[in-house]
């Protein structure tokens, strides 16, 4: 006999009319319950999400069907990908089913579920279907029998498992029945090709035909009405993220990684900057919380959630969804948590992990700088002072800004005002400008540079915080003007090329800058030294040494150079112990979003959290490549009481003493 079987067994074409009725009715349901959330969202400003169209379209594919982020959670995220393929195969197939039946069959004549192919077909949705009720009782066990912690779970969610569940076994149930009637004695070769239908359809063996045509009728259109209540459930349910998740893929910023938007400063008609209610917040920031699912991976990375500070990332998603659908013209401060906006180190872990492509800190920004610009609230008195020595000195430390070249003393070279003639411009930064320990790192970069015969000049005096420390606690005023003294000065001198020892000047002066006018290449020390190191430009020892890294921030999710410094290493001899937390998924210093400025007080602090981290590796050595991140290890070394079991280093230094 041939490989195929009739479709509408035992319901008849009588269920057409009916049944396209009433799933057209669902669907006008859905989309009504959606159309309600529409004006929510419009509260938001305009925000232009839609350029691009097909580049969009390309990502929001990929991002669904390939399950890339979802996947980066191993265990759950697994399961939820494998669940997700298997539902969505018997989804294409019940979709085959109807193209067949509805359309090429009594329209053409042609009927293409038959033979070899319809073997295949029949083998891959019964294992399709396998795997999502084993992924999904898989979750169910891990939401409401192991029970992690932070993962929120209601009466909706066991609803949505519940609701799941029936799907998948009572279409296997309605197989077996049809099964056991039509192929289990007459075509047992077929039946083969459905592995969990035929295990059903022999437990069914020696029921009255009778019977099974009724059980199966009935099942049948019980079935088609579960299938109908998921689609009502998707805009009344955490379902709706199916679709709001894949439309926040579509509607991703595919500006620099971590931009930050430049505010007009100069705009007569802005009464007001930054966010005080939702209505100051984007429309993509009220759509970000219907397309959470709430997973908590945001959470478990956050590092001010994981040493005991008030913020939540999950949490402060949902509190914005809970303002704008319920108080959108009450403050947003009298939703959401002073400290918690203040506890953000800005490291990204939480928009880097997330599934749902929510974007977390653009909300925390935006509400730092109405605190900031519209209030005059700072989150201690010394972010205040570090804020008012940038503004007179030009840097946050307090040293006269005169002074800012005295590190250079011996080492041979000029200020652009003296040479303008130069191959690189250092861009120092202001720790290793004034910091004793952080003066090493910029003494130890001139070396390889000349080690490599390459001409370095500096600013000297005319440079200035690069502006993000003060930029990223919301003070965009005065970012633009430390911004916009630095790029006059960079541009006068005709720079071809900048060079920085700061992930922090490195990606404000590369990405936030390109919005004031700076179009000068710039480069972090290790991408250049390691550039120097493959052209046999530089050349350096290699001895021995036991050590761990930490990929900074801003360097490593910010930027993704993450390969590049630990070539370094290794060149010199290094022994890499990685941390558990490394690479993209790194645990922050504590140093970020201006936190460097600020006293920890809340909670442990940051610093020494990592310290133990690195020290669990048992490296003698912790490496870094920032001196925001070389400060705080210098304090959270001593915090964690391990001063003498571990030495924090910057790779400049390392690689300078094997010259």
């Not at 909300?363 to 201690?380: A, D, Q, W």
Request: a negative charge.
């Amino acid at each position: 006999m041939e490989a195929t079987r009739e479709i509408y067994w035992n319901v008849g074409h009588g269920v057409l009319w009916p049944m396209y009725l009433l799933t057209f009715a669902a669907l006008g349901v859905c989309l009504a319950w959606f159309s309600r959330r529409l004006p929510v969202y419009r509260q938001g400003r305009p925000l232009l999400r839609t350029d691009r169209p097909g580049e969009r379209s390309v990502n929001a594919l990929r991002g669904v069907l390939l399950q890339g982020k979802v996947l980066r959670q191993k265990g759950a995220g697994t399961a939820h990908s494998l669940f997700f393929w298997g539902f969505f195969l018997l989804a294409i197939g019940t979709m085959l089913i109807f193209l067949q039946a509805d359309l090429t069959d009594p329209l053409f004549g042609v009927r293409f579920l038959r033979g070899t192919f319809y073997e295949y077909f029949s083998l891959i949705l019964d294992l399709s279907g396998a795997v999502s009720l084993l992924m999904l009782g898989g979750l169910f066990v891990r939401r409401y029998l192991v029970r992690p912690a932070g993962l929120e779970s209601g009466r909706a969610d066991f609803v949505v498992h519940a609701l799941l569940f029936a799907i998948v076994v009572s279409g296997f149930v309605v197989e077996g029945l049809r099964m056991a009637v039509t192929e289990l004695v007459a075509n047992p070769e077929l039946a083969r090709w459905s592995p969990v239908g035929l295990v059903l359809a022999r437990g069914f063996s020696g029921t009255s035909e009778a019977t099974l045509r009724a059980l199966h009728q009935g099942l049948w259109w019980g079935h088609f009405a579960l299938v109908l209540a998921f689609i009502v459930a998707l805009p009344m349910t955490r379902l709706r993220h199916i679709l709001t998740t894949s439309f926040n893929y579509f509607f991703a910023d595919l500006g620099p990684k971590g931009n930050v938007v430049t505010l007009d400063l100069e705009d007569e008609g802005k009464e007001t900057f930054g966010a005080a209610k939702v209505s100051d917040l984007t429309w993509k920031d009220i759509f970000d919380a219907d397309a959470c699912t709430l997973c908590k991976r945001c959470q478990d990375r956050c590092p001010a959630h994981a040493t005991d500070k008030p913020l939540s990332p999950m949490q402060l998603i949902s509190q914005i969804g809970e303002a704008a659908f319920s108080a959108p013209e009450a403050p947003l401060l009298a939703t959401v948590e002073r400290d918690a906006i203040w506890s953000c180190t800005t490291c990204r872990a939480c928009q880097e992990i997330c599934p749902a492509g929510i974007e977390h800190l653009p909300k925390i920004l935006e509400i730092r700088r109405n605190l900031v610009l519209m209030e005059g609230e700072f989150p201690g008195d010394e972010a205040v002072a570090a804020v008012d020595n940038t503004e007179v000195n030009g840097n946050p430390l307090g040293m006269a800004f005169a002074a800012r070249g005295d590190w250079t003393e011996g080492l041979g070279i000029k200020t652009l005002e003296e040479d303008p003639e130069v191959d690189i411009l250092y861009f120092v930064g202001c720790y290793a400008s004034f910091d004793k320990r952080n003066i090493k790192i910029a003494r130890s970069f001139v070396r390889l540079c000349q080690g490599a015969g390459i001409k370095v000049g500096i600013l000297g005096r005319e440079e200035k915080c690069c502006g993000d420390p003060v930029r990223k606690l919301g003070n965009e005023y005065l970012y633009q003007n430390q911004a916009a003294e630095n790029i006059e000065r960079i541009q006068g001198y005709g720079v071809r090329q900048i060079v920085t020892t700061c992930p922090h000047c490195f990606n404000a002066l590369g990405k936030d800058y390109r919005d004031l006018g700076l179009d000068v290449p710039v480069e972090h020390y290790t991408v250049f030294l390691h550039r120097l190191l493959e052209e046999g430009r530089l050349r350096v020892k290699s001895e021995p040494f036991s050590c761990t890294y930490h990929d900074s921030c801003y360097l490593g999710r910010y930027n993704d150079i993450l390969a590049e410094p630990r070539a370094l290493i290794r060149a010199a001899g290094g022994e890499l112990l990685e941390m558990e937390r490394h690479g993209l998924e790194s645990f922050c210093c504590g140093a970020g979003g201006g936190r460097i400025l600020v006293e920890e007080k809340l909670g442990i602090r940051i610093s020494e959290t990592r310290a133990k981290m690195a020290a669990a590796t048992g490296a003698a050595v912790l490496v870094s490549n920032c001196p925001f991140c070389l400060s705080m290890f210098e304090d959270g070394i001593k915090g964690a009481e391990l001063p003498g079991d571990l030495v924090p280093r910057d790779i400049a230094e390392i690689l300078a003493e094997r010259l």
